[in-house]
């Protein structure tokens, strides 16, 4: 049984600004009703540019219905600039806590409010500005690494249960999980000091070679294999990695992105950042 | 009825039976002897464990030799599965199924882990098991075929004897986890080709802390836990007398209202069942209804999300539960419902309601005109339903 608070229980009996807006200035729906919730928010706003009128649909559990209510709440009457600023925490807070487990549902409402605001606005909403090179580490519910380096920052999230909580990563068939922790060592360590360029270049040849061929074996095939594909490690001459793209990888015409994006990347980011990838025809 | 429970969860967890409790209150108070002293005051307790034991016997038809007590169905299910291993040590493969409890899911997944190969049965989409695939999945390698009697989420009934004897034909030990079914549906071991077989005391009307292991005459026991020789070695450990007591006094009991059960139970499921199926669109039950035990119900809403119904069923003093990812605080909804390949739109959705003899007819009554409003409510809030 969940410890939700009376403010989270009196927002999920008596929901706030239930419904749609007919004609909205700005209006998104974050999430899908796989991953078992989802947020439809719409605002309208008046002559001073502030939130007249805001109303929200939730399909998912009593924090996700009571943080969405209570969000409407928060923003009526704020300027978009002051909206924007909204964080998760903000709703964690306004509803005096959340269970750990259930933090993803105020993640859900601060994005709804970001995504409806960019609507407004006209562009396309995008969870931070590099987030098209993000690369999807958690297939079950299509978690990016930069959404989680981006969470784990904000947050100060060290350990792979807090990305779970916050964005669900990691939560389902738990593939990912060596994944995220790796994107989180990389972050924090890097912060601790700045070591990782000299201990990869500090490393001997051999040392190398075991590092490559451990991220393809653990890292880079079993993502490859997800689509049919295979790889394998030939050489290493200096810093160029030479593999052989098998499977549906070989046939495929967007190898040379897979190449550069999954497989450099991933060997850049853990073994060394002067690694080159090389294939071999 | 505002301040009154009602309470449809009998497959978490059952009422302790008022006979059951004064059957077992004087081994808490007066006759707190240990069976196994040598004095009287405690030797004199030994003999009510012995009518405890026949009185399962009794219900299982099985012979009381047969009947080890443990403290309750995971311990079990876990010394069922790994006596059986440590029987074959030379066979490497374990058949169970999709919809197991996570008792045998997660030790199957533990003994993946140690170099056994575990083939998990898949199920159609009304929850059934295909013996064809079960012929198919054991060979002369299988040790252990563990597949349960009756499923705890939607009541389905799995043809267990028929199974065993497939297990048989290759050699295969057969244990099945029975917690669902006994005491729901009339059960003769003594036809059977079952080997192993667990029994929790709690969803029997007994206490938590008891639980039962079935160990086939002739068949070979590695005991789970070690130590004294209590349990004529197969489980050591003092007996816990007042459970015990009470477990047995709950599976006459049981026996006794094996009719009512599969009759007046089984209409007043059928009734609550039919009602909100008929009064609520897009809702659907989730199993076979023609193999189920009679207590049982799984309903899918479509586009709502199960644990926002609980909280409000909640509210009006209504106990069940959900297959809902959120109840656990899992992210996926049961295991079981995505076996069956519920979709996703109802899996999160559904609502499981298992009923007792103690439930009336005016208790589905309330929760039929409960839950009605509670699905419109959640629907009018949910951005994909459309009317």
Redesign the interface.
């Known amino acids: 049984m969940w410890n939700y608070t009376e403010k989270v ?1 009196d927002h ?2 008596n ?1 706030r600004n ?1 419904g749609d807006i007919e004609k909205p200035d700005g209006e998104a ?1 974050v999430g899908n ?8 928010l719409s605002f309208k706003l008046d002559s001073n540019g502030k939130i007249a009128e805001v109303k929200f ?6 924090s ?2 009571a943080s969405s209510s209570i969000l409407t709440e928060m923003v009526k009457g704020k300027t978009l600039e002051d909206a924007e600023k909204i964080t998760n925490k903000d709703i964690v807070d306004a509803l005096g806590g959340l ?1 750990e ?2 933090i993803h549902c105020s993640v859900m409402g601060m994005e709804a409010l970001q995504a409806a605001i960019a609507n407004y606005r006209g562009v396309e909403y995008v969870q931070d500005e590099d987030d098209h090179h993000g690369r999807v580490v958690c297939h ?2 299509g978690v990016t690494d930069s959404k989680i380096r981006k969470l784990a920052k904000d947050n100060n999230i060290k350990s792979v249960e807090g990305i ?1 909580n916050y964005c ?1 990563a990691g ?2 068939c738990g593939r990912c999980k060596n994944d995220i922790k790796e994107i989180l060592d990389g972050i924090w360590k890097s912060e601790v000091n700045s070591e990782k360029s000299d201990s990869s270049s500090s490393m001997t040849f051999t040392q190398k070679v075991i590092k490559i061929q451990s991220v393809i074996d653990g890292e880079i095939r079993p993502m490859l294999e997800r689509d049919g594909g295979n790889i394998e490690f030939i050489d290493l001459k200096g810093d160029i990695v030479v593999v052989k793209l098998k499977g549906r990888c070989a046939m495929c015409p967007s190898a040379s992105v897979t190449l550069r994006n999954s497989v450099e990347g991933k060997l850049k980011e853990i073994v060394s950042p002067d690694l080159k990838v090389e294939e071999l025809k | 009825m505002n301040n009154k429970i009602v309470y449809v969860d009998n497959n978490a967890t059952t009422a302790v039976d008022p006979e059951v409790f004064e059957a077992m209150k004087p081994f808490l108070t007066q006759f707190y002897g240990n069976p196994s002293s040598i004095h009287y005051f405690g030797g004199q307790v030994a003999a009510h464990i012995a009518k405890g034991r026949e009185q399962i016997a009794s219900l299982l038809g099985a012979e009381p030799s047969e009947i080890t007590f443990t403290s309750c169905g995971t311990e079990s299910d876990s010394s069922a599965i790994l006596s059986a291993l440590n029987t074959c040590p030379t066979r490497r493969k374990i058949v169970t199924s999709k919809v197991e409890h996570p008792a045998v899911l997660n030790l199957c997944k533990q003994l993946r882990n140690k170099g056994y190969i575990v083939s998990e049965a898949p199920v159609d989409k009304l929850g059934r098991i295909d013996l064809n695939i079960i012929k198919e999945l054991i060979d002369t390698d299988t040790a252990l075929v563990s597949i349960m009697w009756a499923n705890n989420e939607t009541g389905n009934i799995y043809p267990v004897e028929k199974i065993a004897e497939i297990a048989h034909e290759k050699g295969a030990i057969f244990h099945t986890d029975a917690v669902q079914s006994v005491g729901k549906i009339p059960i003769n071991l003594k036809n059977t080709q079952i080997d192993l077989l667990s029994i929790s005391g709690h969803k029997l009307h007994a206490p938590k802390g008891i639980g039962i292991l079935y160990v086939k005459k002739g068949m070979r026991f590695y005991p789970f836990m070690i130590g004294g020789h209590q349990e004529n070695g197969r489980r050591a450990g003092t007996e816990n007398v007042a459970s015990i007591v009470a477990i047995g006094k709950a599976a006459e009991l049981a026996g006794k209202h094996m009719a009512f059960e599969n009759s007046e139970v089984k209409e007043l499921r059928d009734y609550l069942e039919s009602q909100i199926l008929k009064k609520v669109k897009n809702s659907r039950v989730n199993g076979d209804i023609e193999n189920r035990v009679p207590n049982t119900t799984n309903i899918a809403f479509d586009m709502i999300e199960g644990e926002a119904i609980l909280l409000l069923l909640d509210k009006a003093g209504i106990c069940a539960s959900s297959g809902s990812a959120c109840t656990t605080g899992s992210l996926e909804p049961s295991h079981v419902l995505r076996a069956m390949g519920v979709p996703y739109t109802s899996a999160h959705g559904s609502l499981r309601l298992s009923l007792s003899r103690y439930n009336t007819k005016e208790e589905m009554d309330y929760i039929i005109e409960t839950l009605i409003p509670i699905i419109a409510k959640l629907r009018a809030i949910s951005p994909y339903w459309k009317e």
């Open positions: 229980m999920f009996l929901p239930v729906t009703i796989s991953c078992g919730d989802a947020l439809k649909k939730t399909f998912g559990c009593g996700a219905i269970p487990e259930k079950c519910f779970t669900k939560g389902a």
